[in-house]
């Protein structure tokens, strides 16, 4: 009981706080040091959400859908309208994690961009499906981002930038590049200033227009490119050279869809792209080049055969 109630009272200062009612050093003495960081990071959520677009009347629906539907953990924030949209922020725009280690884990839904805003200032734009994680207390010290998928990166000068990923590393000073890593593939391109790249036991540095990939099985690849920034953040997904199952994994990725590839060949070289919000059109620019033809099943399931 006496657990609850404190409980209820931290809501009540955080929906006061979120209200303008009690300013930051007051909140910090009445709740935990750990919940006051934890608010912060809400409120820090609140905001990034105001710099996407605005809501459409649809969105607006779909965010008053999710605080009724609310799971229990956050449910119980929603003493107030400020708490009951900050906590829906979470859901549309990115989910939004505090680990036992004090780690935060941001993750990007299917065709969704979200863009995450860091301590310092930096700037992460994640592509569908895709997740970054990092620990906010020791961020002063330790500017080490974890990355699985892909994510556009604009680094605010400071120390030493660190993204992590399972197939290598990439560090900064205060740049602007794009990073790629999902099981077998790693690919870092360059759009401002000095990238340090760290693949296995080797070291790459990547200037401006410069680029380095690494698929399994295939040799490490350098390449020039032309592009001021990512053509994803665009609503475009474009390839160079790459085997097919990766065109077909972003697509599955951006569509919330699944393919049968059985009958195909996935090692098939494609260059091209497909546009973002239009499936009919994205399936029939990548498949329509390669004489593939496909049949939509149910549930999203698309057969692809020659």
Same mark, same amino acid.
């Given at each position: ?115 995450h805003e860091l301590i310092d200032g930096s700037e992460v ?95 490490l690849e350098p390449n020039i490119f032309k592009e001021v ?17 990766? &065109?077909?994994? *972003? #697509?599955?990725?951006? =569509?919330?869809? /699944?393919? !049968? ?14 546009p973002h919000g239009n499936l009919d059109i994205a399936l029939?620019? &990548?498949?329509? *080049? #390669?004489?593939?033809? =496909?049949?939509? /099943?149910? !549930? ?7």
């Amino acid at each position: 009981m006496e657990n609850q109630e404190a409980h209820i009272t931290s809501e009540r200062y955080l929906a006061q706080w979120l209200e303008g009612e009690l300013t930051d050093s007051q909140l910090e003495e009445l709740v935990s040091q750990k919940d006051f960081n934890a608010y912060l990071k809400l409120r820090r959520g609140i905001e990034i959400n105001e710099k996407l677009n605005g809501p459409t009347d649809q969105c607006f629906e779909k965010l008053n859908h999710k605080i009724a539907g609310l799971q229990p953990k956050t449910r119980t924030l929603n003493t107030t309208w400020f708490v009951g949209v900050a906590a829906s922020i979470l859901t549309l725009f990115g989910l939004f994690m505090f680990l036992d280690s004090d780690q935060l884990v941001v993750e990007s839904g299917y065709g969704t961009a979200t863009v995450h805003e860091l301590i310092d200032g930096s700037e992460v734009t994640l592509n569908s499906k895709s997740t970054i994680a990092y620990t906010p207390k020791q961020w002063i010290e330790n500017r080490t981002v974890d990355l699985n998928g892909e994510a556009y990166f604009k680094v605010a000068k400071g120390k030493t930038f660190t993204v992590r990923t399972a197939n290598g590393s990439v560090t900064v000073l205060g740049t602007q590049f794009n990073v790629k890593s999902t099981d077998d593939f790693f690919e870092v391109v360059c759009y401002h200033g000095k990238v340090s790249v760290k693949i296995a036991d080797t070291e790459h540095i990547l200037l401006p227009t410069q680029s380095i990939r690494k698929i399994i099985g295939y040799k490490l690849e350098p390449n020039i490119f032309k592009e001021v920034s990512p053509t994803w953040l665009d609503g475009e997904s474009t390839f160079k050279s790459v085997p097919l199952k990766y &065109v077909i994994t *972003a #697509l599955e990725d951006k =569509y919330d869809i /699944k393919f !049968n590839t059985q009958e195909i060949d996935e090692t098939t070289i494609f260059s091209g792209g497909f546009p973002h919000g239009n499936l009919d059109i994205a399936l029939t620019t &990548v498949f329509d *080049a #390669l004489d593939i033809s =496909y049949t939509e /099943k149910e !549930n999203r399931n698309i057969k692809l055969r020659y």
